[in-house]
């Protein structure tokens, strides 16, 4: 079906190298000069379109996009109503998601949600923030940062609600956490119109799975080896493997082939101690994608 296309959105800004960096990974090159908002995709069926992911489920949700990657936070703060094929634990710094906290200055007396009664707090999830104090029965003055949020306290704000992977802004800027809102990850959405397309749900769901598989294989590295069988069990047990090690039978009946994927950290420290047992002709290679 040639004239088949899937409008696909992107997210701009803090995570948008972060995806075409895995898109990369997953087998897509997307190409954009500079000033276009509709970069290029080496996929024929896939149209791309770049937008800030506060936006995106909105736009999926209304269908002018059939899917798009965005914050599972921006999709509560939205309300829109969107369908998630998945979750994509990627984001700008790390592979961890990301959290919603409540912050205040480091000599502030606020110790917990009841303490922000009658406070005025500056966040961009007003929405978001708006409903969790309603869960915990106070009533705050919220309102909308257009950003610089951390610079807002404690002059022009009691507190803020911000978004942190590791929390070293918040503590530069002399903040500390009081607590948690919300903890996000990107997620792959779409509209009940698109996932029920056959055409499109079909797509969707190729796309996903190549995508996540690019996300299991960060951090992880292949190794291969050559090893004696009467020292494979020593062997084995060093290995800390994600699934059962691939045994193979050499021509030499004596030795055998070891083939295992392990984090790439633990590299350094476990070669030596193969070596050491037996393993010889040991081969690490980087891993684009894991498909379970």
Known sequence: ????????????????????????????????????????????????????????????????????????????????????????????VSHRPVRWVLAVPNESPIQSVKDLQGKRISTEVVNLTKRWLDQHNVQAQVEFSWGATEVKPPLLADAIVEITETGNSLKA?????????????????????ASRDPWKKRKMDDLYLMLSGAINAEGKVGLLMNV?????????????????????????????????????????ELVPRLKEAGACGIVEYPLNKIIP
């Open 1 to 92: 079906m040639p004239n088949n296309k899937l409008r696909l959105g992107l997210p701009t800004g803090s995570l948008q190298q972060a995806t075409l960096a895995l898109f990369r990974k997953a087998g897509y090159v997307i190409t954009q000069s500079s000033r276009s908002y509709y970069p290029h995709i080496d996929d024929n069926e896939i149209e791309c379109t770049l937008l800030r992911a506060q936006e995106m489920a909105r736009y999926v949700a209304q269908g002018a996009l059939d899917c798009g990657l965005t914050g599972h936070d921006w999709v509560i703060e939205s309300g829109a109503e969107v369908v998630e094929l998945g979750e994509l634990i990627f984001s700008k």
């Open 228 to 268: 004696p069988r009467n020292v494979l069990d020593h062997v084995l047990s060093i290995l800390p493997a994600l699934q059962t090690p691939t045994i193979s039978q050499l021509a030499d009946n004596q030795w055998v082939d070891v083939h295992t994927i392990i984090d790439e950290a633990k590299v350094r």
């Open 173 to 193: 800027n002399g903040l500390r956490i009081v607590c948690d809102l919300l903890e996000s990850t990107t997620r792959f959405i779409t509209n009940a119109e």
